[in-house]
Every structure is written in structure tokens, then in C-alpha cells.
């Protein structure tokens, strides 16, 4: 049993190495690991409760209708021109972004089975609304994130 946990820690770190070699060089701020674990787990929540737009052009437009949120891009993405221009525009709109290392991840997170650049996550949905209980779980994760995003921003610059 315990040569199974080493070949299992062996086999994560050799994924993390892949994944880490095969991030964009313009992957900044990148989350960590605490940081990347919470950006998901809020994700995942965002998908359950319909506040997540998902893909380039889903983002992107909602961007520029003036929708607020956390913007979460994958590092890993080949060719990187297809999400360059998305943290220009978050910036220009003060949406806070953060990069993690893995598209795959954030698909899982987001509960599609197909890869996905970038994800939205919205503070409420676009259409109808959530339970008092709901947005106050949805809320406090989102508020959580954001702080930390903040941190990690300043301490950037």
C-alpha cells in the first residue's frame, strides 16, 4: 500500500511539471495552489447556480455589455492569441483575473466536459434569480476570491 501513495505522488508531480512547462509566458497573475483550489471550488458553485459564462466570445461579450465578476483564464492554452486581448479588457472594465495552470481543470470545474480558455463568474444570474440561501454561499466564496485576487494583484506591482 505505501509503494502505491509514493507512485501516486510521483505520477502528480511529474503532471505538475508538464502542466507548469506548459504554461503561456503571459500567465500573470497565476494562482497557487490554495488560490487555484478556491477559484475552482467557486466555479463549480457558479455552474450549479447558472452565474458562469463559458468560452472567449461568451466572455468577451459579456464584458462589454457591462457584466461584473471574477474572470478565471487557463495558463495552458496553444495558441495563446486566442486570449491575449482578455485581460486587457478585464482591466479596462475592473474585472479582476487570475490564471490557472490548467484548461482541462476549469472545464471540470465549470461542468463541461470540453476544455474551456476562460470563464465569467458572475455575482448573480443573467436570467431569473437564486434562493437567499444560494446567494449567500455564491457571495461569500466570490467575496473571498476577490480579496485574495486583490492581494495577489498588489502584490504583482
Known amino acids: 500500500m505505501g509503494s ?17 512547462s506548459a504554461l503561456a509566458p ?3 497573475p497565476l494562482a497557487g495552489k490554495k488560490l487555484s483550489k478556491r477559484t475552482l471550488k467557486l466555479v463549480r458553485r457558479a455552474a450549479e447556480q447558472k452565474c458562469l459564462k463559458r468560452g472567449v ?9 457591462g457584466n461584473k465578476g471574477i474572470c478565471v483564464i487557463a495558463g495552458n492554452i496553444s495558441p ?11 482591466e479596462e472594465a475592473n474585472i479582476p483575473y487570475v490564471y490557472v495552470t490548467s484548461k482541462e481543470d476549469l472545464a471540470n470545474a465549470g461542468a463541461t466536459k470540453r476544455p474551456t480558455c476562460c470563464v465569467l463568474v458572475l455575482t448573480k444570474p443573467v436570467k431569473g434569480e437564486l434562493g437567499q440561501e444560494e446567494q449567500e454561499k455564491l457571495k461569500g466564496d466570490y467575496d473571498q476570491v476577490a480579496s485574495d485576487l486583490s492581494e495577489l494583484a498588489n502584490s504583482m506591482f
Not at 495563446?80 to 478585464?90: F, M
Open 80 to 90: 495563446i492569441d486566442v486570449i491575449t486581448h482578455v485581460p486587457v479588457l478585464c
Open 57 to 65: 466570445k461568451e466572455v468577451v461579450k459579456s464584458i462589454r455589455r
Open 26 to 28: 503571459i500567465a500573470k
Open 4 to 20: 502505491d501513495s509514493e507512485t501516486d505522488k510521483t505520477a502528480q508531480k511529474v503532471r505538475e511539471k508538464k502542466q507548469m
